[in-house]
Structures are given as C-alpha cells and as structure tokens.
C-alpha cells in the first residue's frame, strides 16, 4: 500500500486547502496517497514522501496544479438531480415568448468534466432552437475543464439522459471512440468552459438567469459555504435561479435567499 507520512500529508493539504478552500479531513491521508502515486512515479522519485518534498522545494505552477487535479473530487453524470432539469423545463414553458432581456444565460459552477452543462445546454436547445441561449461551465481543475471542452464520454454517463435529447444532441461513438458518445457540436458551439477558483474573484463571466452550483459545496465548512454562495449571488439576475445539490442546504447560512423548491433559490 501507498504510504504517507503524516508531515507530507498535512503540507499537500494546506497546500490544497490554500489553493481550493477545501479541508481535506485526516481520514483521506490513504486516499491522498494513492491519488499522488502516479505523479511520484512520472517524476521518477522512490515515494509519493519524496515526491511531496520534491514538490514543497520546488513550488513549480505547473506540478502544484497537476497535484490540485487529482484531490479534487469529480463525480458527476448527465442529468444528475434530474428534478432540477424538470424544473427548468417547466420553467422555461411557463416563459413568456420572445421575453425580453438578451439571451438566457445559464452558468454551470462547478461543472467538472461538463456533463452538467451540456444537460442544460439539451433542454435549451430543445426549446429555443440554436440561438438565443449560452451556457458557460466552470471548474478549479484544469483538467476538467479540458475533458468538458472535449465533450467525449463513456455512454454509460448518459444513462439518465432522457432518449430523445440523446439521439438529437449526442452523437455515437464509432472506431477508437466505440462506447462513447460525442455532444453534437452544433450544441458544443452553444457552451464553452474555463477554470474558475469560486473562492476567489470571479472572472468577467456576466450576469446569469440560473447558476447551477452543484455537489460543491457539500466539501466546504459553514463560512465557506457562505462565502462562495454569496460570491456567486452577485451573478445571479435579480429574477434569476440559483440550484444547489438536494444534499446542500443554504437555508441555513444567513443569506438573503427563499427556496421556492427543493434546492432551488432566488435572491430574497
Ligand atoms: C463533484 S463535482 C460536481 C459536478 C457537478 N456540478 C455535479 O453536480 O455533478 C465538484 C467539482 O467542484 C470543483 N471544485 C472544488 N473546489 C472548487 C473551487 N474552489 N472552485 C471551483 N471549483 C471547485 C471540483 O474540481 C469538481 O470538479
């Protein structure tokens, strides 16, 4: 088994808690171990101590992000919480035609490797065609926001796409590829992904009608929590919606919100 000292492992975390606000707890130190074992051996170093000390010494950018990587917890499928895109379907029938406002603009927070963003970006295109519509996925890892940019996915994270969307937006992988599905890149136009620390100053994103901030802030504490959803509430329109995982409570932290159903707010 991977091992790691108990100094290596509160410099990694501090480290990681620096750069991502998250706390790993000290019941992860076999976990953290094993997801650095590969970076050890890419370096060539005897041990995944060896390779946190090579790290601590050398502050390379570019190691600390790969390292960043592979703590962050990514799990995430299409249609995930599949009441929420009920919710925005009946939400968006309810719209009034040609409403006015510029294009609805949908922000995907905490997007990972982009499932969640191009389920959005499905029901758009379902009710307004190709146009009139964005959504812009964000995430701290730099690796996802590669894989979301290129919209390949094993099928078997489509298993709660509802059929139609499927065969109208997802194209079937063939050849290499056999097994995966490919967003149409019709709808891929529609939605683009950059890295985004939500604890930190936000880029020049806009301003959205929903926010998606999802199976994120289950990893922070209570003020962190508040922090990142306050941030995020200064994008959000004054009429706009803002959806958290059903396991995450904002109810509770102070903020100017009313739920007006399950895991789904506006400002107060
Ligand atoms: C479990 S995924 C959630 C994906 C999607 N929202 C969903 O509900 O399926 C959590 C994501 O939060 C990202 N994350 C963690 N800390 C973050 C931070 N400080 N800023 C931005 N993203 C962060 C991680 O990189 C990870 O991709």
């Known amino acids: 088994m991977t091992m790691l000292s108990k100094n290596s492992f509160q410099a990694v975390t501090t480290m990681f808690r620096q750069v ?29 101590d060896a390779y946190v000390e090579l790290l601590m010494r050398e502050g390379d ?8 990587d592979k703590l962050t917890t990514n799990e995430t499928y299409f249609f995930r919480e599949p ?12 719209r009034r035609a040609g409403a006015a406002g510029g294009d609805f603009r949908v922000w995907s927070a905490a997007s990972s490797s ?5 389920s959005i970006a499905m029901v758009l295109g379902e009710h307004f065609g190709l146009r009139g519509w ?29 059929t139609p ?42 301003q959205f009608d929903l926010v998606f901030l999802r199976n994120v802030l289950i990893y922070f504490d209570n003020p962190g929590k508040a922090d990142i959803v306050k941030r995020v509430l200064t994008r959000l329109k004054p009429d706009g919606l803002l959806f958290t995982g059903h396991a995450e409570s904002i109810a509770n932290l102070g903020i100017p919100t009313v ?7 506006r400002h107060a």
């Open 20 to 48: 991502s606000g998250i706390q790993l707890s000290d019941a992860k130190q076999a976990l953290v171990a094993g997801r650095l074992q590969k970076l050890a051996q890419a370096r060539g170093v005897r041990d995944v």
């Open 114 to 118: 982009g499932e969640e963003a191009y």
């Open 83 to 94: 009441q929420h895109f009920e919710h925005l379907k009946r939400m968006l029938a309810e």
């Open 259 to 265: 739920a007006v159903a399950p895991a789904v707010y």
């Open 61 to 68: 950018a570019q190691e600390l992000v790969k390292v960043v």
């Open 165 to 206: 969307l499927l065969k109208r937006w997802c194209l079937k992988g063939h050849g290499d590829n056999t097994g995966k599905l490919m967003v149409a890149p019709e709808l891929r136009q529609l939605v683009r992904f950059e890295c985004a620390n939500l604890t930190r100053t936000l880029p020049e994103i806009g």
């Open 134 to 162: 964005q959504v812009i996925g964000t995430d701290l890892s730099t690796a996802m926001v590669d894989t979301a940019r290129r919209g390949l996915y094993p099928l078997e994270r489509a298993r709660l796409t509802p």
